[in-house]
């Protein structure tokens, strides 16, 4: 193929092309119109791109800093989100981690670190926490049938913890409802993603328990919008920790757990919630039997009994539970043959 003459015919068709232009003025605008307008969209994704590259390398210099960071205790990261509506979430998990969070933190130190950018998912978030070995995340996410949901996720604190799923709570369509008592509870789920031990009441001294169930029950008072699973944790946790605190020898929560406990019994729905509406009958039933026992009244007894009973009623129809019985009962068949077995070695000489 010759090269040259394929050279000269392009040569040619530009110069057709020119005289055509500049014998059209119209025509000849357009083009320079559109040449411009070329000119700018290339600009625009060159400036895009170098603006990505930048804040990529920003996020990686951030992410090694936190990674460094030594001697401030948990670090809790929030992802500032962008625009919109998840960057509003964003800013609301920010200050919601400044100002409440430490009130379910013992004293504990931590510190609060924004991180620029965005998440999309949980695998995202589980990437973040990997590379900046941060123990707590929370981030705004849009998802399908919601105007922004807030998300936190966590880091096992050891190699042998199980990575635990990052919790979903669903905001208020309105930011009206966007209140300080949702924030406070909002704060509460982050500090027992990060401290799974806050429903289990039993594990806390009386002095370190009480605050943690009076905040509870200020914010439950308020009743925020918060997320209704998040709420029913919180009216759970409530229960059994006034619960924990009577038993522990506070006279002044004796009356105030079977209040509490009697409330949340009345709330739970018992064909949704099985597990709860059982958990809510015996700390009723336990509720009742001290507060007889302290102050003896063998109504409270009868009706003590009631709540255990109807609780354990249910439990049997349970398939656990009747898979534990099976195993208790295999356990003891077990320890009943190696007894016998034992007995017959000795009268008998020996296997």
């Not at 394929?6 to 232009?21: E, M, S, V, Y």
């Not at 605008?29 to 920003?58: K, T, Y």
């Not at 960057?87 to 609301?92: E, I, K, L, P």
């Not at 208790?328 to 190696?338: E, H, K, Y």
Request: aromatic content about 6%; cysteine-free.
């Amino acid at each position: 193929m010759d090269v040259s003459l394929i050279l000269n015919q392009a040569k040619g068709l530009w110069t057709r092309g020119d005289a055509f232009l500049a014998a059209s003025p119209v025509l000849s605008r357009i083009g320079a119109g559109l040449a411009v307008l070329i000119g700018l969209v290339l600009a625009f994704l060159v400036i895009r791109s170098v603006f990505r590259m930048l804040a990529a390398v920003h996020r990686a210099a951030t992410a090694a800093s936190i990674q460094r960071m030594k001697d401030v205790g948990a670090r809790m990261l929030v992802v500032r989100g962008g625009g919109g509506r998840r960057g509003a979430v964003g800013r609301f998990l920010r200050q919601t981690a400044d100002q409440h969070l430490s009130d379910f933190m013992f004293g504990g130190p931590f510190r609060v670190i924004p991180f620029p950018g965005t998440i999309s998912n949980e695998q995202e978030a589980d990437l973040l926490l990997r590379r900046t070995g941060a123990d707590l995340l929370m981030w705004g996410e849009r998802q399908r049938g919601t105007r922004g949901v807030a998300r936190i996720a966590s880091r096992p604190s050891s190699p042998f913890e199980k990575r635990r799923p990052a919790q979903t709570l669903r905001m208020p369509d309105k930011k009206a409802m966007w209140t300080e008592a949702l924030s406070r509870a909002v704060a509460y789920a982050a500090a027992k993603q990060f401290r799974p031990a806050l429903g289990r009441p039993q594990d806390f001294r009386s002095e370190r328990l009480q605050p943690v169930v009076e905040n509870l029950l200020e914010i439950l008072a308020e009743k925020p919008a918060a997320d209704p699973k998040l709420l029913a944790e919180m009216v759970d946790d409530a229960a059994s920790g006034a619960l924990q605190l009577a038993f522990a020898g506070d006279e002044a929560w004796l009356d105030q757990s079977v209040e509490i406990t009697r409330a949340t019994l009345t709330d739970i729905n018992r064909s949704e919630a099985p597990d709860r509406w059982i958990a809510a009958k015996i700390n009723l039933g336990r509720a009742l039997r001290l507060k007889a026992e302290k102050r003896f009244d063998p109504v409270l007894l009868r009706e003590s009994i009631e709540h255990l009973s109807e609780a354990l009623d249910a439990l049997r129809t349970e398939p656990r539970f009747k898979l534990a019985e099976s195993a208790a009962q295999a356990i003891a068949d077990a320890q009943r043959l190696l007894g016998a077995r034992r007995k017959f070695s000795i009268s008998s000489g020996g296997v």
